[in-house]
């Protein structure tokens, strides 16, 4: 038996919706209240829901409409498809080509025309440990007397942290390439240590924009273009993958005038 189609609610335009018109909007619903409202008003990056049933899509379509936020019913299976992604611990920039290096040191010359997308954000990076720590006690019997006992404590700690990371997409999503700032030696483009990795991660992601003319920039490659300093937070990595999604998606015009 085939599992029921899924859908999407995109925007159809680059504005966001506000907090008001959510909270107004998310009245309809019984489920949804203004806290998940300003929620999705900071976190909205182009899919404002997705893999609902049709109904429940249309539903929330509609109230969407009533307060002016134009979007469009899409299935899940007609939106775009990211390539799997290849993280880079080497790049060179030159004028007229980024060059990517894989693990043995083989280069690839890709000419900035055929970077189609970029992506830049600060991504929550949600960490679970659990610490094992044994101790001994002791225990009275009435028959033994006094004896020790080992006993294991189990500690959970969650910590969380925000990754700078960047997308880069070629045309026809021939191929997608990840920098995790974190990881990454940036040495071989920016040799100056005295920079922090946000600084370094800043710089990387303007020059990219700088050479990539033609490719479409997210909300945060947009962001630090125009010279802001510090880098737009994503709730988590998917929320960026969301938006990328989105722009695929957006970039179509054949899309922003159809509805499933």
């Known amino acids: 038996m085939s599992n029921p189609r899924q859908f999407a609610v995109v925007q159809k335009d680059l504005s966001s919706?506000?907090?008001?018109?959510?909270?107004?909007?998310?009245?309809?619903?019984?489920?949804?209240?203004d806290a998940d409202a300003v929620r999705l008003a900071v976190g909205a990056h182009g899919i404002l829901m997705r893999h609902e049933n049709r109904d429940a899509a249309r539903a929330f379509q509609l109230a969407l409409q009533a307060e002016g936020i134009a979007t469009a019913l899409v299935s899940e299976d007609d939106?775009?498809?990211l390539p799997e992604g290849k993280v880079l611990h080497r790049l060179e920039l030159s004028p007229q080509a980024l060059v990517v290096f894989d693990l043995l040191g083989r280069s690839t010359s890709i000419p900035w025309p055929e970077v189609a997308l970029i992506g830049a954000g600060a991504v929550g990076d949600i960490e679970v440990s659990r610490t094992n720590t044994e101790r001994t006690v002791f225990r009275f019997s009435p028959v033994f007397g006094v004896w020790p006992k080992k006993v294991t404590d189990?500690?959970?700690?969650?910590?969380?942290?925000?990754?700078?990371?960047?997308?880069?997409?070629?045309?026809?999503?021939?191929?997608?390439?990840?920098?995790?700032?974190?990881?990454?030696?940036?040495?071989y483009v920016?040799?100056?240590?005295?920079?922090?990795?946000a600084e370094k991660f800043i710089w990387l992601v303007c020059e990219f924009c700088r050479h990539a003319t033609a490719a479409?920039?997210?909300?945060?490659?947009?962001?630090?273009?125009?010279?802001?300093?510090?880098?737009?937070g994503y709730v988590n990595r998917q929320a960026l993958t969301d938006e990328i999604i989105w722009l695929l998606w957006h970039?179509?015009?054949?899309?922003?005038?159809?509805?499933?």
């Open 154 to 187: 189990s500690r959970g700690k969650v910590a969380a942290d925000t990754q700078l990371v960047l997308e880069i997409l070629l045309t026809g999503k021939a191929a997608r390439y990840q920098i995790e700032a974190a990881h990454f030696p940036f040495k």
């Open 216 to 232: 479409t920039l997210n909300g945060g490659a947009r962001w630090l273009r125009v010279g802001n300093e510090r880098v737009p």
């Open 17 to 33: 919706p506000t907090a008001e018109q959510l909270k107004r909007a998310f009245r309809s619903f019984s489920t949804l209240t």
């Open 190 to 197: 920016i040799d100056q240590p005295e920079l922090s990795t």
């Open 251 to 260: 970039n179509d015009t054949r899309n922003r005038a159809t509805d499933a």
């Open 79 to 81: 939106l775009p498809k």
